[in-house]
C-alpha cells in the first residue's frame, strides 16, 4: 500500500482503524469499570493483564493493512487523510492512547509503585560488596569476586526466584553468568522500581504487536512461577572498584541502548582509571 491509495484500500483502512479503536475502547473501559470495583490491589493482581490484549489487536490491525510496523501504518494513513474518516479515526486513536497511558499513571499513584518512590531517591555510585546474592546457575551464595571485573564480565541479574532463573536459562540459551537478587537490593540501589504505567505504556503494547507480525518470539515463563512483570531493568557498568560508570535505567521493556553505547562507556572509563 505504497504511493496515492486507491478506494479499496481506503476501505480497508477504515475497517482496521474502526476495529482497533473498537477493542482499544473496549479494554480500557473494561479496565476502568473493573479498577472501580473492591481495591485496586485486587485489580492490578486479577484483571490488569486484561490490558495485554492490546497486543494482538495490535498485530491484527499492521496484518489487515499487509504492513508490518507501526510507522508503516502511519505511512499509509497519512496517504489516506484526504478522507475526513480517516483523519477522524486517527485523532480517536490517539486520544484513547493518552487516556490509556494516563489511566496507567493513576494507578502508579494511587498505589504507590517502587518507580516513582525511587525516582526521588539518588541512584548509587558504588556498588557495594556486602550484598548477598545467589548464583543462578549453582544455587549457591555469591561471592564478591563474581562482581568483580578482571577485564569486561557480562552478568545478568534477576529479581525472580532460582525455578524461573532456570526455566529462563533454558528457554534463553544465555550463556552469561546470572545472579539472583530476590529483595531487589541491587536494583532499588540503581533506581529501579516496579510500574504499570511504563510495561503496559499504550506505545510499547503497540510495538510488541509488531513483535507478533514479525513472528518474533518472547521468553517464556512456567504458568506456576511468580514473577513480576512489571519491574523495569536497566543495564549499568561498573569498574573494577565497584564505582558505576555508565548507568541505563529503562524507561520500558525494551528500552535498552546500544551495545556501542556500552562499549563507549567501558572505553572511556579504562582511560580514566589509567594513571
Not at 571485573?149 to 536459562?169: F, I, M, P
Not at 553468568?177 to 504499570?196: H, Q, R, T
Request: glycine share 8%; with cysteine; charged share 25%.
Amino acid at each position: 500500500m505504497d504511493g496515492a491509495v486507491t478506494p479499496q484500500e481506503d476501505d480497508i483502512l477504515i475497517n482496521a482503524l474502526k476495529d482497533l479503536v473498537h477493542v482499544v475502547q473496549g479494554l480500557l473501559e473494561n479496565a476502568e469499570k473493573e479498577s472501580s470495583k473492591g481495591s485496586l490491589e485486587e485489580f492490578v493482581s486479577t484483571k490488569l493483564g486484561s490490558l495485554f490484549g492490546l497486543i494482538p489487536a495490535g498485530a491484527k490491525f499492521l496484518n489487515s493493512l499487509s504492513v508490518k510496523r507501526r510507522s508503516e501504518a502511519e505511512d499509509v494513513w497519512k496517504n489516506a487523510y484526504h478522507r475526513a474518516e480517516v483523519r477522524d479515526l486517527v485523532e480517536d486513536l490517539m486520544q484513547l492512547g493518552e487516556k490509556w497511558d494516563a489511566f496507567l499513571e493513576r494507578l502508579d499513584e494511587e498505589l504507590q509503585m517502587s518507580d516513582r518512590l525511587l525516582a526521588n531517591s539518588p541512584q548509587a555510585v558504588c556498588l557495594s560488596g556486602e550484598m548477598v546474592l545467589t548464583d543462578a546457575r549453582s544455587g549457591e551464595i555469591a561471592n564478591q569476586g563474581l562482581l568483580d571485573a578482571q577485564s569486561l564480565r557480562v552478568l545478568v541479574v534477576s529479581s525472580g526466584c532460582q525455578e524461573g532463573a532456570d526455566y529462563w536459562l533454558q528457554d534463553t540459551g544465555c550463556k552469561y553468568d546470572m545472579l539472583l537478587d530476590p529483595e531487589k537490593k541491587i536494583y532499588s540501589a540503581f533506581g529501579l522500581g516496579a510500574s504499570y504505567a511504563k510495561v503496559l505504556k499504550f506505545n510499547t503494547m503497540l510495538e510488541y504487536g509488531e513483535y507478533t507480525v514479525q513472528q518474533r518470539t518472547f521468553p517464556q515463563a512456567q504458568p506456576n512461577i511468580i514473577k513480576d512483570i512489571y519491574q523495569l531493568g536497566g543495564d549499568f557498568v561498573l569498574d573494577e572498584g565497584g564505582k558505576v560508570i555508565y548507568s541505563h535505567p529503562s524507561k520500558s521493556p525494551r528500552d535498552r541502548p546500544a551495545v556501542s553505547e556500552i562499549l563507549a562507556a567501558i572505553v572511556e572509563g579504562s582511560h580514566s582509571s589509567t594513571p
